[in-house]
């Protein structure tokens, strides 16, 4: 299966903890996006990296949150200190191109704090 | 940044019926993609529509990105057709953004 990879589809973390979770594009991808969905809400875009560059980080929170997308290997969603508000899908979806190019997305990591 | 409305917000079918969903937005745009997000979670693709008209069976999709409105057809609506559909323009930087969806039960 060539397509998004997320990974893991499920984590659960207590108040606190550091949550990390991980998506590898598309081959042939570079372009890679991340989004997350409380529950009963649409998509709402938290960054979007280019291989080891930070293109717009516009809806990600200034506080806990970091991501990135190495040279080598996925690229990685950080959030620090985990709070309950935090329990959320994130998706990724990736691109071969910039601003046209049609997104491709991962089945989601469901994220649950205790 | 854009606004997209998506309308209506719930809709209720009977296998068989047709329907049209509706996506308005605020400014021009060079990317609009349509999903299926299933009851399972999964956001499914349906359609990569900046301009002009597609079709993919039972369903079909037209923009028109002049008047800045994206519709969604759904013939011969089936129970597998439930979930929620999104409309996502593109923004500034290549990312979607996402109206708050449609939620359809189609019911047998």
């Known amino acids: 299966n060539a397509g998004v990879m997320q990974n893991p589809r499920h984590l659960v973390r207590r108040r606190g903890q550091e949550a990390r979770l991980r998506c590898s594009p598309m081959k042939g991808h570079s372009h890679v996006y991340w989004y997350r969905q409380l529950p009963e809400e649409g998509l709402k875009f938290m960054v979007y990296?280019?291989?080891?560059?930070?293109?717009?980080e516009s809806g990600m929170p200034k506080e806990r949150f970091s991501a990135e997308f190495p040279k080598e290997g996925p690229s990685i969603l950080r959030i620090q200190q985990v709070v309950r508000g935090d329990s959320a899908a994130y998706f990724c979806?990736?691109?071969?191109?910039?601003?046209?190019?049609?997104?491709?997305f991962g089945e989601g990591s469901r994220l649950t704090v205790l | 940044g854009i606004q997209v409305e998506q309308s209506p917000p719930d809709l209720i079918l009977q296998e068989g019926a047709n329907s049209t969903l509706r996506c308005n937005f605020s400014?021009?745009?060079?990317?609009l993609q349509w999903f299926h997000q299933n009851p399972w979670g999964q956001l499914i693709n349906l359609f990569y529509?900046?301009?002009g008209t597609k079709q993919n069976g039972r369903l079909s999709a037209t923009t028109v990105a002049t008047e800045r409105y994206s519709l969604l057809y759904i013939s011969s609506s089936q129970t597998t057709d439930s979930g929620v559909y999104f409309c996502?323009?593109?923004?500034?930087?290549?990312?979607?953004?996402f109206g708050k969806g449609t939620k359809l039960s189609v019911k047998p």
């Open positions: 979806a990736s691109s071969d191109r910039f601003y046209t190019g049609e997104l491709f």
């Open positions: 996502a323009p593109g923004g500034s930087q290549g990312n979607l953004i």
């Open positions: 529509i900046p301009s």
């Open positions: 400014d021009s745009v060079n990317n």
């Open positions: 990296l280019q291989k080891e560059n930070i293109i717009d």
